[in-house]
């Protein structure tokens, strides 16, 4: 389980995650978004993307783990999702939806009572995960993809 100061710390960097992605991709071209993170991966354009659909899921599994007993998370085929038509469009939408997402996110959990933070939902792949596992996951998941962006950045001098 989670301290309050933990869930503080959680929060608080889901808030900030959309400024650091905007910041991530600020100035890259088409080129540059389409470009792997690395060998084999996900273009900047594709990361982008995931971000906004992994956030929107998580923020409807934590919905359905506050509003259900135990219920079933559906699991989804990432890289499947990364290759669908909307994973071309430009980063924009995605951008926008991350904002969104995420100011009704912190929302969310900062009305939280603390009982709320043990509820738990099954995961195929997780098994058992309470709300404080959710969090914890996602809290690191954007930052995780911003240093793929800003390291390939980094390599490549832009």
Do not use: C, F
């Not at 354009?45 to 899921?57: E, F, G, I, P």
């Not at 469009?89 to 904002?99: C, K």
């Not at 929302?107 to 969090?135: F, K, M, V």
């Amino acid at each position: 389980m989670l301290s309050a100061e933990q869930r503080r710390d959680g929060i608080a960097r889901l808030l900030e995650l959309p400024g650091l992605v905007e910041e991530a991709v600020r100035g890259l071209d088409d080129a540059q978004l389409d470009t792997p993170y690395r060998d084999g991966g996900w273009s900047v354009r594709q990361v982008v993307h995931h971000l906004a659909d992994s956030h929107l899921n998580a923020l409807i599994r934590m919905k359905l783990t506050l509003t259900e007993e135990h219920p079933p998370l559906k699991p989804y085929d990432q890289d499947e999702w990364a290759r669908l038509g909307d994973a071309a469009l430009p980063v924009a939408p995605s951008l926008a939806i991350l904002r969104g997402v995420h100011e009704r996110w912190a929302a969310l959990l900062e009305s939280l009572p603390e009982e709320a933070w043990s509820r738990t939902a099954y995961h195929p792949e997780r098994g058992d995960i309470t709300l404080d596992d959710q969090l914890s996951l996602y809290a690191g998941h954007g930052v995780h993809h911003v240093g793929q962006i800003t390291g390939l950045r980094t390599r490549n001098g832009w």
